[in-house]
Nanobody, 115 residues
């Protein structure tokens, strides 16, 4: 089992920045992918960014150039630096970890961007 705890959400004005953190604990596998998803009210959950244990990253087109995902394998934590935030980034952000045949999810952290 893996437990994921997100932190760093909050309310900011458009153009502002936030940094989300996700702490993983439990049975940690070396080979894994950690991701950030988000879900806005009335919308489906969508992938924001992901990073493998080797550092390969992918981003949703809507956040490229504004968001940066990174990780600290020694902890193991994953981060999402969000710059130039827009009102459409408002959502609950979830941390996810894929390892072995299982996927694990955090409880989510709210990000609200006002115009």
């Amino acid at each position: 089992q893996v437990q994921l705890v997100e932190s760093g959400g909050g309310s900011v004005q458009a153009g502002g920045s936030l940094r989300l953190s996700c702490a993983a604990s439990g049975t940690i596998y070396l080979i894994n992918t950690m991701s950030w998803f988000r879900q806005a009210p009335g919308k489906q959950r969508e992938l924001v960014a992901s990073i493998t244990n080797t550092g390969f990253t992918t981003y949703a087109d809507s956040v490229k150039g504004r968001f940066t995902i990174s990780r600290d394998n020694a902890k193991p934590w994953v981060y999402l630096q969000m710059n130039n935030l827009k009102p459409e980034d408002t959502a609950v952000y979830y941390c996810s970890r894929d390892q072995g045949l299982a996927s694990y999810w955090g409880q989510g952290t709210q990000v609200t961007v006002s115009s």
